[in-house]
């Protein structure tokens, strides 16, 4: 699936730069030039501020330390851009990461209210970016029609968690119970993810001193995302551009990252669905595809480093 993905992801890049032009592209990263390794820099720093959300989650008396959080992190997401399997892959690395750490519930407990609170903060800024381009410009019926749909969408997604929090339904280990025989040893795992549901939902009220330290890390997350396409734009049009552009793009930006984790890096749909936000915006379709090039050529960085770490931590699991 990845290599079929990453293939057509592939295709979709080269039509991409055929149809808009390598020399235009070329123009583009050329005038971002030496500002890429602040742009680096900023997606450290969100990478830095996800660890700190994940380590405001875990449940006292546990700690780790920032370093180890932090690589782990990296190590992670290196592992779910390289593979279509998104969370699937980047979590349980995670949690392997900081085995050494902390006990593996309290870490996985952690790394669950963690991705809730940051998939809810990701949803809360795609709907609003959604709402800014409603009423911040003139869209094509079409266009329109569908995202008005997304921000009833999101909309729901809240309901419907708000619902779940009100009534705590055990959601997940019952489904499986009904499948899993009374007598069989996996009841016991079933057991254990009741548990961790129950700490999911009571973590607001357990924890309030926790929860909004968390949901700021979570918010300074999206806020450094829309600084980083803002020095982008900025560096590649000469001009500063819109505080609203910049984070309707970022939102965009956001929301190919949740419909498209299957395809590694995103190759292909990220370039082509950010050239025609752009062009609803009133640019070019090369600026928004030389953006998204930019932001996957500092993910790219960061994946190397997560890589490094993560072929590190198997040498070292072999020598114990």
Known sequence: M???????????????????????????????????VAIIAIAGVRFAVRAAAWSICLEPPHAMPFRAAFAAVLAGDALGNLTPLGLFASEPAKAAFVRGHVPLGAVVTALAIENILYTLSALAMIGTATVALLVGFTLPRGVEI????????????????AWLLWRRP??????????????????ERIDQLRTLEEQIYTFAVRRP???TPALAAEATF??????????????????????????????ALRLIVVLFKFVPLQFGV??????????????????????????????????LIGTMLLVGEGFRGRSR
């Open 209 to 211: 001193g926790a929860l």
């Open 146 to 161: 569908a995202s008005a749909i997304a921000v009833f969408g999101v909309a729901a997604v809240f309901i419907v968690a």
């Open 222 to 251: 999206h806020a450094l995302g829309v600084v980083e396409v803002y020095m982008t734009l900025w560096l590649m049009l000469d001009r500063p551009p819109s505080v609203l552009t910049s984070f309707i793009l970022e939102g």
């Open 270 to 303: 990220g370039e082509w669905t950010a050239g025609s936000f752009t062009q609803l915006l009133g640019y070019d379709a090369a600026l928004g595809g030389t953006l998204s090039i930019v932001r996957k050529v500092r993910t790219i960085f960061w994946v």
């Open 2 to 36: 990845g290599v079929a993905a990453a293939a057509l992801g592939l295709a979709l890049f080269a039509w991409f730069v055929r149809r808009i032009g390598a020399a235009e592209i070329l123009a583009g990263l050329a005038a971002v030039g030496w500002g890429l």
């Open 170 to 187: 055990a959601l997940v280990s019952r489904v499986l119970s009904t499948f899993v025989r009374k007598t069989s040893k996996l009841q």
